[in-house]
């Protein structure tokens, strides 16, 4: 990946030349889900993509059906999962990670 194709954040390579602070992307919480949530904080967040790319990861861990991502670009951007079941951290590590971002720390 070049890095002129990058919008600075280092993970997402979206060609982005602006911060869109603020972004959320929401999906629907099912009734056996609602009640069950962790906020997960996330840096190098810095645009749309970012987002995209966080959720789409994050919906691939077993047991989420909800990711509400709001970013805050050049700070910390937080995550908020509904799940069916109890989520282990490291799981939800390696999903942030993969995205290409660093998980700060999970609240649940």
Known sequence: MSNESSCGCGGCGCASNSINEGITITSRPTEETMGNNVTLKIEGMTCGHCVTSVTKELT?????????????????????????????????????????????????
């Open 60 to 108: 691939t861990v077993p047991g989420v059906s909800n990711v509400e991502v709001f970013l805050l670009a050049g700070g910390t951007s937080t995550a908020t999962l509904n799940a069916s079941t109890p989520l282990e951290n490291a799981v939800l590590e390696a999903a942030v990670t993969d995205a290409g971002f660093t998980l700060v720390s999970v609240d649940a």
